[in-house]
C-alpha cells in the first residue's frame, strides 16, 4: 500500500488557486503558489544534505511559516521529522535529539543556544528560501513508513519516542477533511506546539482543502508560578 494523497491534494489547491493565501504567520504571509514554491526549494536542500525517503531530521522551530514550509517538505521527500519546541528545557531537547540521532537538525538561529551541547549536523533554516533547481521529486511511500516521531511528557519515567505512521495521518486528515469541511479561504489557527500532533491538523486540514493555516506567535513558558 502507498500513500500520497495529503501532497497531491495540497498541490492540487496550488494548481487551482495559486493565489489564494495558504499561509498567515508571525514569519510571513504566502500565497499557495509561493508556499510550494518554498517547499520545492526546502526539500531540494535537505536531499543536498542526504534526506530522502526514512531520513530522520529534527525540527527545533518556533511555530509559523518556517515550521509549516519544512514539515511539507520532509513529507514531500518521504521523510520523518522530530519536533523539538523551543519552549521545552535545553536538557529535554538534547535528551530527545540523543535518543532520536537524526541525520541533521534544522533550526532557526535564535534556537541554537539550547542545543550547544548537541555535537550532530545542523542546518540553519534559511529566512529567505530563494529558487533552486529543483533535483527532489515527491516521494512516494508506504502507509507504514515512519512520518514522525513524538515524545511522551515522562511523568512515569523517561520519555518515549512514539513513531507515527504517514498512513496514520492520512486516515487522521481524511477524517477531519469529511466532518469539518472547511471552506475554501477558511481559516484554521495553528496553535499547537509542534510536540503535540493536533498541530498536524492545524496544518494539513486545511492545506488539502484551499483554507488558511494561521499561526501565532510562539512564546517561552515562564517557570514562574502564580499563587
Not at 13 to 29: C, K, L, N, Q, S
Not at 94 to 110: F, G, K, T
Not at 148 to 177: C, D, R
Request: hydrophobic share 40%; with cysteine.
Amino acid at each position: 500500500m502507498t500513500t500520497t494523497s495529503l501532497y497531491a491534494c495540497f498541490q492540487e489547491r496550488v494548481r487551482m488557486h495559486p493565489e489564494r493565501t495558504a499561509i498567515i504567520a508571525p514569519d510571513g504571509t504566502r500565497s499557495y503558489a509561493e508556499l510550494d514554491a518554498e517547499v520545492a526549494s526546502l526539500a531540494t536542500l535537505l536531499a543536498e544534505h542526504g534526506i530522502g525517503r526514512g531520513g530522520r531530521v529534527g525540527l527545533l522551530l518556533s511555530r509559523g511559516r518556517g515550521a509549516v514550509t519544512a514539515m511539507l517538505a520532509l513529507y514531500r521527500l518521504g521523510a520523518c521529522f522530530v519536533p523539538l519546541d523551543p519552549s521545552f528545557p535545553a536538557a529535554r531537547l538534547n535528551a530527545m535529539l540523543s535518543d532520536s540521532d537524526p541525520a541533521l537538525v534544522l533550526i532557526q538561529e535564535e534556537h541554537r543556544e539550547l542545543i550547544r551541547e548537541y555535537r550532530g549536523a545542523v542546518l540553519p533554516l534559511p529566512e529567505v528560501l530563494e529558487a533552486r533547481q529543483q533535483t527532489a521529486g515527491v516521494a512516494t511511500v508506504a502507509a507504514h513508513d515512519p512520518m514522525y516521531i513524538i515524545y511522551t511528557s515522562g511523568t512515569t519515567g523517561k520519555p518515549k519516542g512514539i513513531v507515527q505512521t504517514f498512513g496514520m495521518l492520512e486516515h487522521l486528515i481524511a477524517w477531519q477533511n469529511r466532518d469539518s469541511q472547511i471552506e475554501a479561504g477558511g481559516r484554521v489557527l495553528q496553535n499547537a506546539s509542534l510536540c503535540f500532533d493536533v498541530c498536524l491538523q492545524e496544518v494539513f486540514a486545511p492545506l488539502t482543502q484551499g483554507g488558511v493555516a494561521s499561526s501565532v506567535a510562539t512564546k517561552r513558558r515562564s517557570t514562574r508560578i502564580s499563587c
